[in-house]
Protein backbone atom coordinates (compact mmCIF):
# COMPACT_ATOMS: atom_id res chain seq x y z
CA UNK A 1 0.00 0.00 0.00
CA UNK A 2 1.40 3.33 -0.87
CA UNK A 3 2.04 6.31 1.54
CA UNK A 4 -1.24 8.33 0.14
CA UNK A 5 -3.34 5.16 0.39
CA UNK A 6 -2.56 4.66 4.05
CA UNK A 7 -2.78 8.58 4.74
CA UNK A 8 -6.11 8.42 2.73
CA UNK A 9 -7.79 5.95 4.89
CA UNK A 10 -6.20 7.17 8.13
CA UNK A 11 -8.04 10.45 8.22
CA UNK A 12 -11.19 8.88 6.76
CA UNK A 13 -11.51 6.75 9.78
CA UNK A 14 -11.37 9.47 11.93
CA UNK A 15 -13.59 11.74 10.33
CA UNK A 16 -16.17 8.83 10.82
CA UNK A 17 -15.97 9.39 14.31
CA UNK A 18 -17.38 12.96 13.77
CA UNK A 19 -20.88 11.14 12.77
CA UNK A 20 -23.61 11.03 15.35
CA UNK A 21 -27.75 11.08 14.97
CA UNK A 22 -27.66 14.89 16.08
CA UNK A 23 -27.83 16.64 12.44
CA UNK A 24 -29.52 19.57 10.68
CA UNK A 25 -30.96 18.89 7.25
CA UNK A 26 -30.80 21.58 5.08
CA UNK A 27 -32.15 21.85 1.24
CA UNK A 28 -29.63 21.21 -1.42
CA UNK A 29 -30.53 22.98 -4.85
CA UNK A 30 -33.70 22.90 -6.95
CA UNK A 31 -33.84 19.11 -7.35
CA UNK A 32 -34.85 17.84 -4.09
CA UNK A 33 -31.00 17.11 -3.07
CA UNK A 34 -30.09 17.50 0.55
CA UNK A 35 -27.07 18.12 2.40
CA UNK A 36 -26.37 17.84 6.34
CA UNK A 37 -23.98 20.30 8.86
CA UNK A 38 -22.11 16.75 9.20
CA UNK A 39 -21.19 16.74 5.14
CA UNK A 40 -19.79 20.26 5.92
CA UNK A 41 -17.99 19.23 9.43
CA UNK A 42 -16.37 16.02 7.40
CA UNK A 43 -15.42 18.04 4.78
CA UNK A 44 -13.54 20.84 7.03
CA UNK A 45 -11.86 18.16 8.94
CA UNK A 46 -10.53 16.10 5.66
CA UNK A 47 -8.90 19.35 4.30
CA UNK A 48 -7.47 20.39 6.75
CA UNK A 49 -5.59 16.95 7.49
CA UNK A 50 -4.74 16.95 4.02
CA UNK A 51 -3.41 20.60 3.70
CA UNK A 52 -1.66 20.07 6.98
CA UNK A 53 0.49 16.89 4.78
CA UNK A 54 0.35 17.88 1.31
CA UNK A 55 -0.07 21.93 1.49
CA UNK A 56 1.21 22.51 -2.17
CA UNK A 57 -1.94 20.06 -3.38
CA UNK A 58 -5.39 21.37 -4.83
CA UNK A 59 -8.54 19.73 -3.35
CA UNK A 60 -11.66 19.74 -5.03
CA UNK A 61 -14.60 18.98 -2.64
CA UNK A 62 -18.41 18.90 -3.22
CA UNK A 63 -19.42 21.35 -0.25
CA UNK A 64 -16.75 23.71 -0.67
CA UNK A 65 -14.52 23.45 -3.58
CA UNK A 66 -16.19 22.08 -6.29
CA UNK A 67 -15.14 24.41 -8.73
CA UNK A 68 -11.36 24.08 -7.92
CA UNK A 69 -8.97 24.59 -10.59
CA UNK A 70 -6.28 21.78 -10.30
CA UNK A 71 -3.13 21.38 -11.50
CA UNK A 72 -1.14 17.68 -11.70
CA UNK A 73 -1.63 17.04 -7.94
CA UNK A 74 -4.96 16.87 -6.02
CA UNK A 75 -7.27 15.62 -4.28
CA UNK A 76 -10.90 15.10 -4.28
CA UNK A 77 -13.51 15.03 -1.36
CA UNK A 78 -17.07 13.45 -0.62
CA UNK A 79 -17.86 13.82 2.72
CA UNK A 80 -21.10 12.22 2.51
CA UNK A 81 -22.09 10.85 -1.11
CA UNK A 82 -25.74 9.21 -0.54
CA UNK A 83 -27.03 11.99 1.77
CA UNK A 84 -30.16 11.95 1.59
CA UNK A 85 -29.84 8.00 2.41
CA UNK A 86 -28.23 8.98 5.66
CA UNK A 87 -30.37 12.01 6.10
CA UNK A 88 -33.24 9.51 6.04
CA UNK A 89 -31.50 6.39 8.43
CA UNK A 90 -30.92 4.48 4.73
CA UNK A 91 -27.64 3.10 5.58
CA UNK A 92 -26.17 3.51 1.89
CA UNK A 93 -23.62 6.04 2.02
CA UNK A 94 -20.09 6.57 1.79
CA UNK A 95 -17.19 8.98 2.65
CA UNK A 96 -14.84 8.83 -0.04
CA UNK A 97 -11.87 10.46 -1.01
CA UNK A 98 -9.08 9.92 -3.87
CA UNK A 99 -5.69 11.64 -4.53
CA UNK A 100 -4.09 12.57 -7.77
CA UNK A 101 -0.46 12.76 -8.32
CA UNK A 102 1.40 13.85 -11.48
CA UNK A 103 -1.82 13.43 -12.95
CA UNK A 104 -2.46 10.40 -12.03
CA UNK A 105 -4.80 8.56 -9.81
CA UNK A 106 -2.32 6.70 -7.27
CA UNK A 107 -5.05 6.44 -4.33
CA UNK A 108 -8.85 5.63 -4.09
CA UNK A 109 -11.14 5.20 -0.66
CA UNK A 110 -14.87 4.63 -0.21
CA UNK A 111 -15.94 4.07 3.55
CA UNK A 112 -19.16 3.08 4.39
CA UNK A 113 -19.12 3.19 8.14
CA UNK A 114 -22.93 1.54 8.90
CA UNK A 115 -21.27 -1.75 7.76
CA UNK A 116 -17.04 -0.89 9.06
CA UNK A 117 -16.76 -1.91 5.24
CA UNK A 118 -13.35 0.18 3.79
CA UNK A 119 -12.72 -0.08 0.07
CA UNK A 120 -9.54 0.97 -1.27
CA UNK A 121 -7.22 1.07 -3.97
CA UNK A 122 -3.49 1.99 -5.05
CA UNK A 123 -1.37 0.52 -7.85
CA UNK A 124 -1.15 -2.99 -6.34
CA UNK A 125 -4.94 -3.17 -6.35
CA UNK A 126 -8.23 -2.85 -5.39
CA UNK A 127 -9.28 -4.40 -1.59
CA UNK A 128 -12.53 -4.48 0.65
CA UNK A 129 -11.16 -5.08 4.27
CA UNK A 130 -7.82 -5.81 3.17
CA UNK A 131 -8.67 -8.24 1.20
CA UNK A 132 -8.14 -8.29 -2.78
CA UNK A 133 -10.81 -7.76 -5.35
CA UNK A 134 -10.92 -9.51 -8.47
CA UNK A 135 -13.73 -10.29 -11.34
CA UNK A 136 -16.28 -12.62 -10.51
CA UNK A 137 -18.18 -12.76 -13.50
CA UNK A 138 -22.18 -14.69 -13.59
CA UNK A 139 -23.63 -16.21 -16.56
CA UNK A 140 -25.58 -13.60 -18.31
CA UNK A 141 -28.60 -14.52 -17.39
CA UNK A 142 -27.69 -14.66 -13.52
CA UNK A 143 -25.92 -11.23 -13.86
CA UNK A 144 -27.01 -7.96 -12.19
CA UNK A 145 -26.71 -4.05 -13.04
CA UNK A 146 -26.19 -1.38 -11.15
CA UNK A 147 -27.06 2.11 -12.91
CA UNK A 148 -26.08 5.87 -11.61
CA UNK A 149 -28.67 7.88 -13.60
CA UNK A 150 -31.72 8.08 -14.78
CA UNK A 151 -31.52 8.38 -18.52
CA UNK A 152 -30.78 4.16 -18.68
CA UNK A 153 -34.23 2.67 -17.16
CA UNK A 154 -35.99 3.88 -19.81
CA UNK A 155 -33.73 1.93 -22.88
CA UNK A 156 -33.49 -1.41 -19.81
CA UNK A 157 -37.57 -0.85 -20.35
CA UNK A 158 -38.00 -1.05 -23.82
CA UNK A 159 -35.79 -4.28 -23.73
CA UNK A 160 -38.83 -5.98 -21.31
CA UNK A 161 -39.13 -5.93 -17.66
CA UNK A 162 -37.36 -9.15 -17.08
CA UNK A 163 -33.95 -6.93 -17.90
CA UNK A 164 -35.82 -4.03 -15.96
CA UNK A 165 -35.81 -5.89 -12.82
CA UNK A 166 -32.29 -6.78 -13.21
CA UNK A 167 -30.77 -3.77 -12.27
CA UNK A 168 -30.92 -1.81 -9.02
CA UNK A 169 -30.31 1.92 -8.38
CA UNK A 170 -28.75 3.06 -4.66
CA UNK A 171 -29.03 6.50 -4.83
CA UNK A 172 -25.49 6.25 -3.63
CA UNK A 173 -22.52 6.52 -6.30
CA UNK A 174 -19.73 5.39 -4.12
CA UNK A 175 -21.35 2.34 -2.83
CA UNK A 176 -22.57 1.76 -6.23
CA UNK A 177 -18.79 1.05 -7.72
CA UNK A 178 -17.88 -0.60 -4.43
CA UNK A 179 -20.99 -3.19 -4.92
CA UNK A 180 -19.56 -3.59 -8.31
CA UNK A 181 -15.84 -4.30 -7.73
CA UNK A 182 -16.81 -6.21 -4.69
CA UNK A 183 -18.62 -8.76 -7.25
CA UNK A 184 -22.04 -7.55 -5.23
CA UNK A 185 -23.19 -6.47 -8.61
CA UNK A 186 -21.79 -7.52 -12.26
CA UNK A 187 -22.11 -4.52 -14.29
CA UNK A 188 -22.06 -1.06 -13.12
CA UNK A 189 -23.97 1.82 -15.79
CA UNK A 190 -23.35 5.14 -15.44
CA UNK A 191 -25.36 7.80 -17.86
CA UNK A 192 -24.48 11.08 -16.58
CA UNK A 193 -21.57 13.35 -15.95
CA UNK A 194 -20.13 12.42 -12.83
CA UNK A 195 -17.98 15.11 -10.73
CA UNK A 196 -14.52 14.29 -10.02
CA UNK A 197 -15.75 13.69 -6.26
CA UNK A 198 -18.39 11.12 -7.52
CA UNK A 199 -16.17 8.61 -9.57
CA UNK A 200 -12.07 9.15 -9.09
CA UNK A 201 -12.12 6.64 -6.17
CA UNK A 202 -14.41 3.57 -7.84
CA UNK A 203 -13.10 4.24 -11.43
CA UNK A 204 -9.51 3.64 -9.80
CA UNK A 205 -11.27 0.72 -8.03
CA UNK A 206 -13.03 -0.55 -11.00
CA UNK A 207 -9.24 -0.05 -13.74
CA UNK A 208 -7.34 -1.89 -11.14
CA UNK A 209 -9.96 -5.18 -10.79
CA UNK A 210 -9.14 -5.22 -14.56
CA UNK A 211 -13.07 -4.40 -15.25
CA UNK A 212 -14.09 -4.82 -19.51
CA UNK A 213 -15.70 -0.97 -20.12
CA UNK A 214 -17.51 0.85 -23.01
CA UNK A 215 -17.27 4.75 -22.84
CA UNK A 216 -19.88 6.71 -25.22
CA UNK A 217 -20.16 10.33 -23.93
CA UNK A 218 -21.33 10.55 -20.56
CA UNK A 219 -22.18 7.17 -20.75
CA UNK A 220 -19.95 4.47 -19.16
CA UNK A 221 -20.22 0.82 -18.50
CA UNK A 222 -18.05 -1.28 -16.37
CA UNK A 223 -19.03 -5.19 -16.58
CA UNK A 224 -17.30 -8.59 -15.20
CA UNK A 225 -17.05 -10.05 -18.66
CA UNK A 226 -16.95 -9.00 -21.82
CA UNK A 227 -20.15 -11.08 -22.73
CA UNK A 228 -22.49 -9.27 -20.44
CA UNK A 229 -21.16 -6.12 -21.46
CA UNK A 230 -22.00 -7.30 -24.94
CA UNK A 231 -25.49 -7.89 -23.76
CA UNK A 232 -26.25 -4.66 -21.99
CA UNK A 233 -24.68 -2.57 -25.01
CA UNK A 234 -27.60 -4.97 -27.46
CA UNK A 235 -30.10 -3.83 -24.45
CA UNK A 236 -30.15 -0.26 -25.04
CA UNK A 237 -28.91 -0.74 -28.92
CA UNK A 238 -25.45 0.37 -28.43
CA UNK A 239 -22.49 -0.85 -30.37
CA UNK A 240 -18.91 -2.08 -28.95
CA UNK A 241 -16.92 -0.82 -31.76
Given amino acids: MNSECKF ?8 STLLNNHFEVFKKGEDGDLVTNLDFMIEKFLTQKIKEKYPDFDIVGEEFNSKARTNQNWFTIDPIDGTINFAHG ?3 WAIQVACVKNGKTVAGVIYA ?3 DELYYADETGAYLNGEKLSLKPLPVNQ ?3 MVLGKNFYPKMLADGREQFIKTRDIFCGALSYAYFVSGKMQALAIDIDLAPWDKTPGDLMCEQIGAYKFKKGDLTIYSSSQEYLDEILRQIGEKNN
Fill in 8 to 15: LIEIVKEA
Fill in 90 to 92: FPL
Fill in 113 to 115: PEF
Fill in 143 to 145: SLT
